[in-house]
């Protein structure tokens, strides 16, 4: 019986876990917010991951690297969620290839210090080192 509850607490400790994670997950892909968002598509302009979405292959895995870089740093200049950069390992035309997008929502697409770090070990992955 005692296993049982056990068991049960544990569950629900990773069940808001999880959902924790995913807040701030879609909180990080909002970039630098829904204002941000809706002056880049009133200039007929799409965001770094809609651009990445359409030049992925349709129902083809893909995976986003260092989403939470920059998670929760620079505050005084608005936050630099995913470091201003997406990079997405996917499929184009079949090829597994890695895609790097600036976020322009996130302050116009200004680096940060996180956002170079996050460059560096993206090119340390893609050369096996």
Known sequence: MSQNIEFNKNEDAYKLKL??????????HKGGGDKAIEKLHSQGKLTA?????LLLDKESPRFEMGEFAGFEMYAEYGGCPAGGVIVV???VSKRLCIIVA????????????ITGKKEFARTRNCDGK
């Open 89 to 91: 390992m996917g499929y």
């Open 49 to 53: 991951r809609e651009r990445i979405n």
């Open 102 to 113: 600036n976020d322009a929502t996130v302050k116009a697409g200004a680096w940060f210090p």
């Open 19 to 28: 959902s924790a994670l995913k807040q701030r997950m879609e909180k990080i």
